[in-house]
């Protein structure tokens, strides 16, 4: 039997079967969208945005400037950036500075990364 | 069986049967493939060169062949077209730069060199965001391809003339790369199937390289079924790429069906639902897709998946490191050859440190254990958003500085597992949804089957975008 199973914190609302799943009903509000089905109803908050508005969000969300950190980081790559290019760069720089702190966490010994070239043929 | 639809309708796997039972030649299908390309990719453009004679050479060789009882399989007569980053020996392969405005190679890619093996008709070659990256941009050698489904939008990319050939009829494949989702994106944005193989299946010999340990290659096609013709002629191994592993290819067209009877999905709701582009369309669409999916026979589960900001960290991370070293020299000696948005996101791989490359692999490992040793040891394949916003506007975009959001193919290029992009529907804007199927490692096959059954019972791949508009335009 098909099952549908669609999660919900902290429990499950679990559909059994294809009558179940035939009996989902979408209903769409202005900022919600409520799944009714016989026997269950929740609520599913979402963020009603368009694609510029999303993209300001973002950008205002991000800490402030780290220029200087960019600048000293370009020089010792030996970039010089065109004047007419430096700010689209520096932008592009802060995009993905800002981005590097999820790169840090503790980490098992088994995401070492040693093996990322082999001794062993391949064709062996 | 007389022939009684267009010949840019029929899928490669109805034009391969009507050319072997001798209701249709290679030449004619060529043909009609110039034709519409004659007339609409004035206004389309996604094409930055066609090889008209050596297609019509091509068709006349495989006609031939098909008289004299030569079948070198399914590719044989059908059309196709390469990406411009895909090195063909003797055609001019520009990556959509100037810096290679005139460049041209000695030797086919890998992928070129099955694909004429196998009969298959080289049309020409597609644009693409220049070196797989910078786009849709106005400052480069051609101009960016649009989307046929209206052509004030661009395409997705950086696979852009890809998506926009197979959507025009122009072609039924177009081969593709993918290093954050660059097959997968155009696809969901064009309304067409979109595979990124695992990483290894399909070799990258002679394709310019945008990050080594990102790269992928594969076939944008207007059915799921196409796009295992595809694979089934282009994977397997090369050891004259580095990445490419010595993995058996299965037959891919023979598990697929109308049901998902005893197959286990995972539906990664939760991965994108607080994501700031999740819109209600587009949860509604992909939440129908589970739906449908679970009509057809299989349990769908709603899983976790770790955080996307993780694997965009570390795809963004290993991405433009790799990128970097690759252009480093040219970024440094002739930065203005590069077109604007190439430029801004090619150098500012000179942000991360060795620290944060090393970082990054470390990330990935664990990722990659999370995804496969621990959702994909349960379920046999993940149901996930692809593009969580329809096809911009040409006008949305600054002039100066490229931004994209709510595009969440990159993690699967971090993992390395096969991705099969499928359309879920159209927005009131009119513009193809997507999302994409993910399988466990050189699992392509389950990608198949469930693509195929789902686009069997929504019949997506019966709307084409209307032509008529584009044509007076061109």
Avoid at chain 1, 21 to 36: D, E, L, T
Avoid at chain 2, 261 to 281: H, L
Wanted: with cysteine.
């Amino acid at each position: 039997m098909a099952v549908l199973r669609l999660l919900r914190s902290p429990g499950h609302l679990t559909l059994h079967g294809r009558q179940a799943v035939a009996g989902i009903s979408f209903a769409q509000k202005r900022s919600s969208m409520i799944i009714i089905s016989s026997s269950n109803i929740c609520i599913f908050k979402y963020q009603e945005v368009d694609y510029r508005t999303a993209l300001a969000t973002r950008e205002t969300t991000m800490s402030d400037a780290l220029d200087e950190e960019i600048e000293t980081r370009f020089k010792l790559a030996g970039i010089t950036l065109p004047s007419e290019r430096k700010a689209q760069a520096m932008n592009a720089a802060r995009t993905i500075l800002k981005t590097l702190h999820w790169l840090r966490g503790p980490r098992t010994a088994a995401a070492e990364p040693s093996n990322v070239f082999s001794l062993a043929s391949k064709e062996s | 069986m007389a022939i009684t639809r267009p010949l840019h309708e029929l899928s490669v796997a109805e034009a391969g049967k009507a050319m072997r039972a001798g209701e249709l030649t290679s030449l004619a299908l060529t043909q009609h493939s110039l034709s519409r390309i004659a007339t609409y990719d004035g206004e389309i453009h996604a094409f930055v060169l066609v090889t008209a004679e050596r297609a019509l050479s091509d068709a006349a060789k495989a006609d031939k062949d098909f008289a004299a009882g030569i079948d070198k399989g399914p590719m044989q007569g059908i059309p196709y077209a390469l990406k411009d980053i895909y090195g063909t020996a003797g055609i001019r392969t520009t990556c959509h730069s100037n810096l290679f405005r005139d460049h041209v190679p000695t030797a086919d890619c890998a992928v070129e060199e099955k694909l004429a093996a196998g009969g298959g008709v080289l049309m020409g070659k597609v644009g693409t965001f220049e070196f797989a990256i910078g786009g849709p941009s106005f400052d480069l050698p051609f101009p960016p391809a649009r989307n046929p489904w209206n052509t004030a939008h661009f395409t997705g990319g950086s696979s852009s003339g890809s998506g926009a050939a197979v959507a025009a009829g122009m072609v039924r494949i177009a081969m593709g790369s993918d290093t954050g989702g660059s097959i997968r994106w155009p696809a969901a944005l064009c309304g067409t199937v979109g595979l990124k193989p695992t990483y290894g299946r399909v070799s990258r010999r002679g394709v310019f390289p945008l990050s080594y340990t990102l790269d992928h290659c594969g076939p944008l096609s207007w059915t799921v079924e196409d796009s295992a013709i595809n694979l089934q002629v282009i994977a397997g191994y090369d050891p004259q790429d580095p990445a490419s592993a010595n993995v058996p290819v299965p037959d891919y067209l023979g598990a697929m069906g109308p049901d998902l009877s005893g197959v286990k999905i995972g539906y990664t709701r939760s991965f994108f639902i607080n994501n700031p582009f999740a819109t209600a369309e587009i949860t509604a669409a992909l939440d129908a897709a589970a739906q449908q999916m679970a009509a057809l026979g299989a349990t769908v589960d709603e899983v976790e998946m770790p955080a996307f900001e993780y694997f965009d960290a570390a795809q963004r991370a290993i991405m433009f490191s790799e990128a970097y070293a690759i252009h480093e020299a040219d970024l440094k000696s002739r930065p203005m050859a590069y077109g604007n948005y190439a430029y801004q996101h090619l150098v500012s791989g000179a942000m991360t440190s060795g620290a944060d490359l090393v970082q990054a692999f470390r990330l990935r490992a664990e990722l990659t254990r999370a995804v496969n040793g621990g959702l994909l040891s349960t379920y046999d394949s993940l149901l996930a958003p692809n593009s969580l916003v329809t096809a911009a506007s040409f006008e949305d975009f600054d002039s100066t500085f490229a931004r994209f959001g709510g595009v969440m193919t990159g993690p699967f290029n971090v993992t390395g597992n096969p991705s099969l992009a499928v359309p879920i529907g159209f927005a009131k804007n009119g513009l193809p949804l997507g999302a994409q199927i993910v399988g466990r490692p050189f699992d392509e096959a389950m990608l198949f089957r469930i693509g195929a059954a789902y686009e069997a019972a929504t019949k997506l791949n019966q709307q084409w975008p209307s032509m008529t508009a584009i044509a007076n335009a061109a």
